[in-house]
Every structure is written in structure tokens, then in C-alpha cells.
């Protein structure tokens, strides 16, 4: 006994000793301890929120397996995540003294007072129930009043970050819808280089609702990513900043203790987070892929109606629609169940550990710290509660900041798909669909093969492959010569290459092979049998695409354009409509006929070198057909014509035939004896047609005999 005596003595002296030691040298471990806490915090966040392996969402089901593909179609926090997103806030936030910098900075700033004034209010409200434990009226109204005070800067902050984070979404998104617009419809790209609005649709599979991503996903993009930043910076200030307040008040071996609780919770929290990001980027599609359907059904009512197939066409929008709806139902079930741990978890068990937190001073005597009365006790306990409450709260948002960067990382996915789309369009890297023909053989080296364009006065085809955008060769090599001023008559079956021909020299289509020889694309005028008509007066239908400015500089007045108008017989046209501003629909104000004028007077307006003819006096009397080809004639335009109508032929001097096999035909066109073979072609085909009548009239007189 007298030996177990003398150990629990030596011990009792040791605790004691260690005590007076530890108590010594409290204030250097609650420092390394506050900042082992900050670093491992800032250390535990970025591991967080840094790159991951991740497993292929169902965007990428369907697509081949291999790295490359696996990389684009990948939708989560993880390293191409981080790169896609460091190559958009490079166009957002181009420089340190551009506005959305300083909108940055002023944002943080206020982050930074709001987290100041409410390490105020907390201690403030400590010192309130205080006043009311002592019963000190006096100091209570005086504590009531710097409560008010307060609340002046403080609802000015908070309006303020939200105006200020409003401000930055829409500076973002007029940043990076200015830079995707200049990619997609920008004019100073000439040749391969441009078109990218006409290659998106006609030339690429990847991309089928480009108006949706530059309009919905660009506007998701940029509110999410202002939000992001407020939801993780400000989060990440407040807990280290109210865990340091929480250390001095009940030290930071309390504070330790509750971190590796919180973390140990934070890690299970995190690993139950379902691929939100995943999710956005999907419904993304998803909803892209509903609209296009609406979209297809008015851009081809006409048929539709004709076909009768309202009901196919319902089925088909009901599926998509069916299968949006099944896709937000997922999501919202496993939103559901994720929202009742989150809150479990950092609402009620961490909110547990804090209670025990603020109990260590009541409970226990803290080195250094004076035993108090039962009024500073509830200062300390209502303060202390306050802080925790909040860096409860920061720590929460904290991870709540994982789901909104898993979002974002959807939204992200998709606006980098439209601009590595858009460069792919520029450099001529396709990803398209192709005809099985197109890949095996000749073809497939054809596919492969790569011609010149070379700027020329004239138009020259040397060897030049005719290639659709899936692969379809309609002409392996083609070559003929047009000087300026031979028109050019093109006539062949339908598919057979006729308008592939004019997307060449407009700069749309690739060139597989061979030399083009061609001016600018700029010096071509396309005329399709329904000519676009643009939204604006009637006046831009004539100038289109220029401006009222443009047509000014020219020095082209509203006389000049109504002598341009009575060349087609369409100048009362102006008053009909109510004058050259009246604005209106004018594909349905104008008759197909008036349309095809409108589109000619258009032509003489902007007086090319080279117009493109396809059926574009289908719809008008052979009278004016005439004269607008006169008059093109007379001012120098180079008329390249697809047309059946024989009363075209004595228009041009050359004709390009294609036969529909691959083959063509390229001389000059002598009109006056093709006109003659064509006459004696039908009267021959009107007598061959006559025969059998003649057949039956004979055997009937035969049996008559």
C-alpha cells in the first residue's frame, strides 16, 4: 500500500508539474496549434475541391473508350475540370485593371467586412443576454442601441454583395458571350477559317443546339461561377476566422479535438455526394435536345401538316420530354436523400459537438483564464454559441461549395465543348458521321487528302473532289475554267453535286483535293429559290446585310434604291408596305415571286463580280426572268445558274453537266441548238407517245376487216 501510495504521489506531482509547464508555454502550443488548424484547413479544402479521378458520366455512354474521348465527355471536379475552367476565366477576367477584376476585388472586400461585422454581432449578443442575467437595464438599451447601429453597415453589406455578385455574373456573361460570338459569327475570318455558325450545324455531329448553349449555358455558366466564389471564399474566411475567435474564448486543444470529428463526418459526407455536376450538364442536353425538337416541328410545319403527322411528331415530343422528366426525377430523388444527411450531419451531430465545445469553459477551468460569475459565463456560452453556429454554418457551406463547383463543372463542360468546337471549325477538324462508303478504299483516301485555294481573278477547278460533309463523293475530280464574265449554266439530277459546288467556292465546304481557284468569298452572292429575308425594314431587305449607315457612306439614297426596285417592277412595293421603315415578317408580307425580285434588286444593289444563281426565277414570269438577267449582264456580274428552264440557255456561255453517276460534261453552250435538239427531243417524245394509241387503232381496224 505505502508503495502504491508513493507512485500515486510521483504521479500527482508529474500532472502537476506537467500542468504548471503546460500552462507556461499555453499561449505558444494555442498559436502553433491555431496555425496548424489554418493550414490544415486551407490544405484539407484544396485537396477537396482539387483534381480527382472521376468515372465516366452517362454523357459519355455511347462513345468510344479511349482516352481522348473519356477526357472530353468527362463532367466532374477533376483536373480537366480545372483546365477547362482556366482557359474560360482567361476570357472573363482579362486582366488585373479590366472591370470584372475590380469587381472582384470589391466583392472581396465586402466578403471581408461582412465576415468582420459578424464576429461584432456575435460577441455583441453575448454581451446583451449578459446585461439581462445581471440585470443591468441601463447596459442592456445601450447594447440594444449599438445593435441597431450595426445593423446599418450590416444590411448595406449584404445588399451589396448581392448587387456586386449580380454585377459580376453579368459582366461574365457579356465577356464570354462577346468572345463566342466573335468565334461564331465574327467577319474577320475569311476563307477555312470562317462560317463557324454554318460548319456547327452542316459539318459537325458534336453540337446539334448551338443556340442553346450561347444563350441558356453561357447565362448558367457565369451566374454560377460569381456564386462560387462567394459560396467558397467568404466560407473558408469565416471558419478560420471564427475558429480563432472560438480558440481564445475555449482554447484550441477544444478546437482540435472538434476538427477531427468534423472532418472525420466531412469525409463520409463527401463520399455519399452524388455527381451533381454530372447531373447539370446532362439536363443541359437533355432540355437542348427538347427544344430543337419544338424547333424542327415550325421550321417544317409546312410538310408536317401535308403528311398528316401531328401524331409522330407528338410522340416524338412527348418522348424527349419523357425523358427530361425522367432524368429530373432522378436527380430530385437523389437530392432528396442527400439533403437528409447533409442536414443531419452538419445541421444536427456537428451542431452536438459545438454544444460540448461551449460547455469546456462552464465545466471546466481553462489555464489562464479567472473564474467568473454566472453573468460572464453566459456572455462566454451565448458568444461562444454564436461563433460556433457560424462557423458551423461557414464549415457547411464549405462543403455545400463542392455540389455548386460540381454543378458549375456541368455548365463548364459545356461552354468548353462550344469553344473547342468552334476552334476545331476554324483549323478544319470535323467529327462527323460518315457514309460506310467513306471509309474503306479510295474514298476513304480521298477523305483524307487535303486541296489548296489559291485567290484568283477566275474560277478554276483542277482535279477537285466533290465530297459531302458525311463523306458521300459525288465527283471524284472535277475540273473546268470560267472567266470573269462567262456565265456558267450547271444542270444535272438532284444530288448530284450541283449545289455542293457553290458551298466550295463560298468558303462552307472543305476542299478534299486538288486546286480552287476563286476570289474572295465576299464576292459572291448567293440567290436561293426562297432567298432569305432578314428581320428589319424593308428597306435592309434590299441593302441586307448592310446598314442604313452603310448604304449612307455609299452614297446610295431611298431614290436609288427605288430605282434599283423598279428594275424588277417592284418599286410600289414601298408604298403598298407603308415606306422604306415599316418593319415586318416579310417572308409572310411578300408573295415567293415578289421574294425572288426583293433578292435580285438586292443583287444589283451590292453589284458582285460573281452571283450565285440556284432556281432563283422559278417563281417569276420568263419576261422578267429576262430582264433581270439582262441587267445583271450589263453591270458586269458573272451569273453561275443551276436551272432547268430552257428560256435561261441564250443567258450563258457555258454549261457544266452532271450526269448523276459521277460523271460530268463541261463545254459551251451553243443555245440555238440546244433549244433546236430540245424541240425535236419533245416532238419525237410526243410522237413515241402517240404510238400506242396508233397500235390500238390498228388492231381494231384489223378485226373490223
Known amino acids: 500500500m505505502a508503495m502504491l501510495a508513493t507512485r500515486s504521489k510521483q504521479l500527482k506531482e508529474k500532472v502537476a508539474l506537467f500542468s504548471k509547464s503546460y500552462s507556461t508555454h499555453r499561449p505558444l502550443v494555442q498559436r502553433v496549434l491555431n496555425i496548424a488548424f489554418v493550414l490544415y484547413f486551407l490544405g484539407n479544402t484544396f485537396r477537396g475541391l482539387s483534381a480527382r479521378p472521376s468515372k465516366p458520366s452517362s454523357l459519355s455512354r455511347g462513345k468510344e473508350s479511349n482516352g481522348k474521348d473519356a477526357g472530353k465527355s468527362r463532367v466532374a471536379v477533376d483536373a480537366v475540370f480545372y483546365q477547362r475552367l482556366a482557359r474560360i476565366l482567361k476570357i472573363v477576367i482579362p486582366g488585373i485593371r479590366s472591370k470584372e477584376a475590380m469587381l472582384l476585388i470589391m466583392h472581396s472586400s465586402l466578403l471581408v467586412l461582412r465576415t468582420a461585422i459578424s464576429l461584432y454581432v456575435a460577441a455583441l449578443d453575448g454581451k446583451i443576454v449578459a446585461s439581462l442575467v445581471r440585470a443591468q437595464p441601463l447596459q442592456f438599451f445601450w447594447n440594444i442601441l449599438r445593435w441597431l447601429l450595426v445593423a446599418v453597415p450590416a444590411t448595406w453589406t449584404n445588399s451589396w454583395l448581392s448587387y456586386v455578385q449580380n454585377k459580376l455574373a453579368i459582366a461574365y456573361r457579356t465577356r464570354l458571350t462577346q468572345v463566342v460570338m466573335k468565334e461564331y459569327l465574327g467577319e ?159 445541421k444536427w451531430l456537428w451542431g452536438s459537438f459545438g454544444l460540448v465545445l461551449c460547455a469546456i469553459p462552464v465545466f471546466f477551468r481553462i489555464p489562464g483564464i479567472e473564474n467568473v460569475d454566472l453573468g460572464s459565463r453566459t456572455e462566454g456560452f451565448v458568444t461562444n454559441r454564436r461563433l460556433l453556429l457560424s462557423a458551423s454554418d461557414a464549415f457547411g457551406r464549405v462543403m455545400y461549395s463542392y455540389k455548386d463547383l460540381s454543378e458549375l463543372a456541368g455548365y463548364t463542360a459545356r461552354v468548353s465543348l462550344l469553344l473547342e468546337t468552334m476552334e476545331d471549325m476554324r483549323k478544319g477538324r470535323f467529327e462527323k458521321a460518315l457514309v460506310g462508303s467513306a471509309t474503306t478504299g479510295e474514298n476513304a483516301r480521298i477523305l483524307r487528302g487535303r486541296g489548296k485555294v489559291i485567290l484568283s481573278e477566275d474560277i478554276e477547278f483542277e482535279n477537285v473532289p466533290i465530297v459531302t ?155 422578267m426572268e429576262g430582264r433581270m438577267m439582262e441587267h445583271a449582264t450589263k453591270l458586269g456580274i458573272t451569273l453561275l445558274t443551276v436551272s432547268h428552264r430552257p428560256s435561261l440557255w441564250k443567258y450563258h456561255h457555258m454549261i457544266l453537266h452532271y450526269d448523276g453517276q459521277g460523271g460530268y460534261v463541261f463545254t459551251k453552250l451553243d443555245a440555238e441548238k440546244r433549244l433546236a435538239i430540245q424541240q425535236e427531243k419533245q416532238a419525237l417524245e410526243s410522237k413515241l407517245l402517240e404510238v400506242p394509241k396508233m397500235r390500238a387503232r390498228l388492231e381494231e381496224l384489223r378485226g373490223l376487216a
Open 469 to 623: 460533309p458525311n463523306g458521300d463523293i459525288l465527283v471524284r475530280s472535277l475540273s473546268f475554267h470560267i472567266k470573269h464574265g462567262q456565265h456558267l449554266l450547271i444542270v444535272g439530277p438532284n444530288g448530284c453535286g450541283k449545289s455542293s459546288l457553290f458551298r466550295i467556292l463560298g468558303g462552307l465546304w472543305p476542299v478534299y483535293g486538288g486546286v480552287v481557284r476563286k476570289p474572295l468569298a465576299s464576292e459572291f452572292i448567293l440567290i436561293p429559290q426562297r432567298p432569305y429575308l432578314s428581320l428589319g425594314t424593308l428597306r435592309d431587305q434590299v441593302i441586307y446585310p448592310h446598314s442604313k449607315a452603310d448604304m449612307e457612306a455609299r452614297d446610295i439614297t431611298d431614290n436609288d434604291l427605288l430605282n434599283v426596285l423598279a428594275v424588277v417592277q417592284m418599286e410600289g412595293v414601298v408604298e403598298r408596305e407603308g415606306g422604306w421603315d415599316v418593319a415586318k415578317e416579310w417572308r409572310d408580307a411578300l408573295s415567293g415571286g415578289d421574294q425572288q425580285k426583293i433578292a435580285w434588286a438586292r443583287l444589283f444593289y451590292h453589284n458582285p463580280r460573281y452571283a450565285v444563281l440556284d432556281e432563283a426565277t422559278s417563281l417569276v414570269p420568263p419576261d
Open 188 to 346: 474577320e475570318y475569311e476563307g477555312p477559317q470562317g462560317k463557324v455558325y454554318y460548319k456547327l450545324a452542316n459539318l459537325d455531329d458534336r453540337i446539334k443546339n448551338a443556340d442553346q448553349m450561347i444563350t441558356h449555358d453561357i447565362q448558367r455558366f457565369s451566374s454560377h461561377i460569381a456564386a462560387v466564389y462567394s459560396n467558397l471564399a467568404k466560407p473558408t474566411l469565416d471558419v478560420i476566422l471564427y475558429n480563432y475567435q472560438l480558440s481564445q474564448n475555449v482554447g484550441a486543444e477544444g478546437l482540435l479535438v472538434l476538427t477531427v470529428l468534423v472532418q472525420s463526418t466531412a469525409g463520409l459526407l463527401r463520399r455519399v455526394t452524388p455527381p451533381f455536376g454530372a447531373y447539370a450538364a446532362l439536363s443541359a442536353q437533355l432540355a437542348g435536345q427538347l427544344r430543337h425538337a419544338h424547333s424542327r416541328l415550325t421550321e417544317f410545319a409546312e410538310e408536317v401538316a401535308f403528311l398528316r403527322g401531328e401524331n409522330t411528331e407528338k410522340l416524338l415530343l412527348q418522348r424527349d420530354y419523357a425523358t427530361v422528366i425522367v432524368h429530373e426525377r432522378k436527380v430530385l430523388r437523389r437530392r432528396w436523400w442527400f439533403g437528409c444527411a447533409e442536414e443531419g450531419i452538419v
